[in-house]
């Protein structure tokens, strides 16, 4: 399961949650209001906890992206400004009363990343690892890893918004923007395994390349 959440690509594209929504990918619509970190629901097409919404999401409310903390209910979330790290405490957002609230997510295509990434590593995510055998838990550098997932996903997203409007429209050079930072990203990136378990590196392997640190 991908470690990479919708969080993380806001991080990297403030403007992706605003410029680029599907509607087969839209979990809530409706309208709320904001206080302090609570967004309270007064009408809803989906409650939260039936389209599991949750920590790592991200939530447009009245144009602003904000991350969701946590899920209080199927009415209300806690919410922040974008912070720092995900341990940080939540960061109140700017007061709404009855404003359009919109959620959806980009998890289809962090997943087919995740994927691909993990592929690249020598890591098969649809076969259970046998012992000794490298796994999506021995990853001792998620947040390396997540980054670069979330590099290719925010490329996918705008390769498929520009795909009609062509290579020159913006959301066209974003995917050539994005594409070229994944491509350089996963030169650097370098995956430091523990494959016994004793949180220790046993190795580190760069894209499809093994390279032994100990034995």
Do not use: C
């Not at 001792?140 to 009609?164: D, E, K, P």
Request: aromatic share 6%.
């Amino acid at each position: 399961m991908a470690f990479t959440q919708d969080r993380d690509l806001l991080i990297l594209e403030p403007g992706l949650f605003r410029e680029v929504m599907w509607v087969g990918q839209r979990l809530v619509s409706g309208t709320g209001t904001a206080s302090g970190t609570a967004l309270t629901m007064t009408a809803q097409d989906v409650l939260f906890d039936a389209a599991e919404v949750g920590t790592g999401r991200v939530v447009l409310v009245d144009g602003a992206a904000y991350e969701v903390v946590d899920r209080v209910s199927g009415t209300v979330l806690t919410i922040s400004r974008l912070r720092g790290t995900a341990d940080d405490a939540a960061i109140p957002v700017t007061g709404a009363i009855g404003v359009e609230v919109v959620i959806s997510t980009f998890a289809p295509q962090i997943e087919t990343v995740h994927r691909q990434v993990m592929r690249m590593l020598g890591i098969e995510p649809d076969i259970a690892p046998e012992d000794g055998d490298a796994s999506e838990a021995s990853i001792m550098n998620r947040t390396a890893v997540a980054r670069l997932v979330a590099l290719g996903a925010i490329h996918q997203v705008y390769a498929a918004a520009s795909s009609t409007l062509g290579s020159d429209s913006p959301l066209g050079l974003k995917s050539t923007f994005y594409r070229e930072r994944f491509a350089s990203e996963r030169h650097r990136t370098v995956g430091v395994l523990d494959l016994d378990g004793d949180g220790k590196p046993d190795a580190t392997r760069r894209l499809n390349i093994v390279q032994f640190m100990r034995g």
